[in-house]
């Protein structure tokens, strides 16, 4: 199984519908996908499951969350669960679902982070706890691929859901500040890397468990249309997209020569998302993806046309970036 993560310390610009969408595409292309939501703000277990279901899995005893299966772990009563609660969307989509708990787990993340250098096994598991359970979770569901959703900052609970992915895709907006968050995720990325490496060199030798290698791999970015603000006019825009082959090359490859290129033959690009409008709330009422949608949800002529085109855009993307995994084999 390959774990991507998508992430970028920028916030609204569409990381959880986009991995929403792309794990339904990838069953419709019959792969088996875990979407993993560890974002506390729990949007992506929102966007999966209605709220009758979601406040069963969040009753307190017997949490059946990321949080709750990391909780004896945390909490210095055991391990990680054996067999994570993967809740069954589809039989071709499980998802490991989040909780606003999920949140206070940050401190004892960061702190355990500087102990793996001292060989403490305690801060191994920890640190790796998510990875952990992203891959066990993708044993039993035998699943390809794991999709991962992050919150918006560069925090250890960040760290320790990049630890476990083989890739990254970034998600940005045409603005400025997404521009600048390019310059954050890049260096922030190496760092990871660099430290994580550092650390599995003074793996304790009867620590039984298997370290994730933490590659964290870019594959590339996704322009999010949608994020525009429309009060601009669109020469401003299209300003900061010309930028954005040169920043990602510079700061997330981390490659000094930036070639002149196009940002639409840019090979770092994996997608230039549309703006779907309206039927993106059709599609959180009809609790479905928007390609996805049918006349019955309320979709009828140009809705329609949208709705093929839709299936069409994430088709692609998410054979684009199949595509890209075989490439890496
Ligand atoms: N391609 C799109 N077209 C239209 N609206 C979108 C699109 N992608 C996301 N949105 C909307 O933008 C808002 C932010 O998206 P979200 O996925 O929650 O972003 P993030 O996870 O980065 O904070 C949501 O209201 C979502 O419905
Ligand atoms: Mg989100």
């Known amino acids: 199984m390959k774990t991507?993560?998508?992430f970028n310390n920028k916030g609204g610009v569409g990381k959880t519908s986009l991995v929403y969408h792309l794990a339904w595409m990838f069953g419709?292309?019959?792969?088996?996908?875990?979407?993993?939501?560890?974002?506390?703000?729990a949007n992506l277990s929102g966007m999966f499951l209605d709220e009758s279901r979601l406040s069963e899995l969040w009753t307190?005893?017997?949490?059946?969350?990321i949080d709750g299966d990391i909780a004896p772990l945390f909490e210095g009563t055991g391990d990680i669960a054996d067999c994570p609660h993967l809740e069954r969307v589809t039989d071709r989509i499980g998802l490991l679902a989040s909780d606003l708990a999920l949140s206070r787990r940050e401190d004892e993340l960061s702190a355990q982070w500087p102990k793996c250098l001292d060989g403490d096994t305690r801060a191994f598991r920890v640190t790796t706890a998510f990875a952990r359970l992203i891959a066990r979770a993708g044993r039993i569901f035998e699943a390809e691929l794991a999709l991962v959703d992050v919150g918006p900052n560069l925090g250890a609970m960040n760290r320790a859901a990049l630890i476990a992915s083989d890739y990254v895709v970034v998600p940005l907006a045409p603005d400025l500040f997404s521009l600048q968050g390019l310059r954050n995720v890049g260096p922030t990325l190496k760092t990871w890397r660099h430290a994580?490496?550092?650390?599995?060199?003074?793996?304790?030798?009867?620590l039984q468990i298997h370290l994730p290698?933490?590659?964290?791999?870019?594959?590339?970015?996704?322009i999010m249309r949608h994020a525009i603000r429309l009060d601009r006019p669109v020469r401003a825009f299209a300003r900061w997209i010309e930028q954005i082959p040169g920043e990602y090359t510079k700061s997330v490859m981390g490659e000094e020569h930036v070639p002149s290129t196009q940002h639409d033959d840019d090979g770092n690009r994996l997608a230039h998302l549309k703006d779907y409008r309206s039927l993106m709330p059709m599609a959180q009422e009809a609790n479905k993806p928007m390609f996805m949608l049918k006349p019955a949800d309320g979709v009828i002529g140009a809705h329609?046309?949208?709705?093929?085109?839709?299936?069409?855009?994430?088709?692609?993307?998410a054979r684009d970036i199949i595509k890209r995994l075989d490439k890496n084999k």
Do not use: H
């Open 213 to 222: 290698a933490g590659d964290m791999e870019p594959l590339g970015y996704i």
């Open 4 to 6: 991507i993560a998508f």
């Open 60 to 65: 307190r005893q017997d949490k059946k969350t």
């Open 28 to 41: 419709e292309l019959e792969r088996r996908v875990v979407a993993v939501d560890l974002d506390p703000q």
């Open 304 to 317: 329609q046309r949208a709705v093929q085109s839709c299936y069409g855009d994430f088709r692609n993307l």
């Open 196 to 206: 994580w490496k550092e650390r599995v060199r003074n793996k304790p030798r009867d």
